[in-house]
């Protein structure tokens, strides 16, 4: 069993900042892609921005300049910092990793559930 668990969505007003965490648990061996995707109302999931390996990172030219994506490998969590926060921001966020389990054969792409993020004054 492998689980993401995202927190750290709620309301907050325009220009303001939200720290984003998705935590994965389970019999895990190793974690090679992490990414933050999103999705509002009426619209197609689009991916924010995501982490690969040490020193590459991806952003969304919508968030470039005010999202910063970080990863603490050691407790296997990856962070998304949203700073100036527009209404164009809210959507539910999701967490999207790739994760080799335990005396598998290989990675499987897994999912978290999402949490709400409000940008509304």
């Known amino acids: 069993q492998v689980q993401l668990l995202e927190s750290g969505g709620g309301l907050v007003q325009p220009g303001g900042s939200l720290r984003l965490s998705c935590a994965a648990s389970g019999s895990i061996f190793s974690i090679r892609y992490m990414g933050w995707y999103r999705q509002a109302l009426g619209k197609e999931r689009e991916l924010v921005a995501n982490?690969?390996?040490?020193?590459?990172?991806y952003y969304a030219d919508s968030v470039k300049g005010r999202f910063t994506i970080s990863r603490d490998n050691a407790k296997k969590t990856v962070h998304l910092q949203m700073n100036s926060l527009k209404p164009e921001d809210t959507a539910v966020y999701y967490c999207k990793a790739e994760i080799m389990r335990r005396y598998s054969g290989g990675y499987n792409t897994y999912w978290g559930q999402g949490t709400q993020v409000t940008v509304s004054s």
């Open positions: 982490s690969q390996s040490v020193g590459s990172t």
